[in-house]
């Protein structure tokens, strides 16, 4: 979506390596998520911002951690990648408001060998 | 906690009507969004319903019936680029209003 942008989009490693995806907004928005998509699974949520330096765990988030240094910026990093871990990962960013729906970026596919 | 139910695929043929459904069961209710999503690309917005009833957007209409638990995405003049997945996310109580989606249908149009 126009607005929000992920980094990289692909990406190869290896198991035991730390990994970092990057999610940048240009909206100002206040909340920011990140979500892996699996076969079979749907979008789980791994961790949310709801402001600079504020953020949560969700359904999935062991094995991850998040930064959000600066409204624009919402950091993924997989300390020590494993194999379970090999998915499509997505950003999204959002008002909050309840009426309003939330806005993805295009992807980051992860493979972990 | 959330439960949401969709059917996995569905097939249906192009100029043809398709329904979609969207059962859920959740704590407190905030809304349902509907999102489109095409193989290797982004979900994107497609409606959003909060009160009961039907909500028309050219060929796509979403029904909302919160006391059955129920959604439907009906899709009309079925075009070979409507083959996508369907997502249906729930927002339910709490202050975050962060929705729960449900696995997805996959919608496949033939000619």
């Known amino acids: 979506d126009a607005g929000i942008t992920q980094s990289p989009r692909h990406k190869v490693t290896e198991t035991g390596t730390p990994v970092t995806l990057r999610c940048h907004q240009t909206e100002n928005h206040r909340y920011m998520y990140w979500y892996r998509q699996d076969p079979g699974h749907g979008l789980r949520l791994i961790h949310y911002s709801y402001g600079v330096k504020d953020t949560d765990k969700g359904e999935v988030s062991d094995g991850y951690s998040v930064s959000r240094s600066k409204t624009e910026d919402f950091l993924l990093t997989l300390e020590s990648a494993t194999s379970s871990q090999t998915s499509v990962y997505f950003c999204?960013?959002?008002?909050?408001?309840?009426?309003?729906?939330?806005?993805f970026g295009d992807g980051t596919r992860l493979s972990i060998l | 906690g959330q439960n949401i139910d969709q059917p996995t695929e569905m097939t249906a043929t192009e100029g043809a009507i398709v329904q979609i459904n969207c059962t859920y069961q959740?704590?407190?209710?905030?809304?349902l969004f509907w999102y489109q999503q095409h193989a290797g690309e982004a979900p994107t917005f497609l409606s959003y319903?909060?009160?009961?009833g039907l909500e028309e957007k050219g060929r796509f209409s979403s029904f909302l019936s919160r006391s059955k638990g129920y959604s439907y995405l009906l899709l009309k003049e079925l075009q070979m680029k409507d083959s996508a997945s369907y997502l249906c996310?729930?927002?339910?109580?709490?202050?975050?209003?962060?929705?729960?989606f449900g696995r997805g249908t996959s919608l496949i149009v033939h000619p």
């Open positions: 999204a960013m959002g008002t909050g408001d309840s009426n309003q729906p939330q806005h």
């Open positions: 996310a729930v927002r339910g109580s709490g202050g975050s209003y962060i929705p729960t």
């Open positions: 319903n909060v009160l009961d």
């Open positions: 959740t704590s407190g209710f905030n809304g």
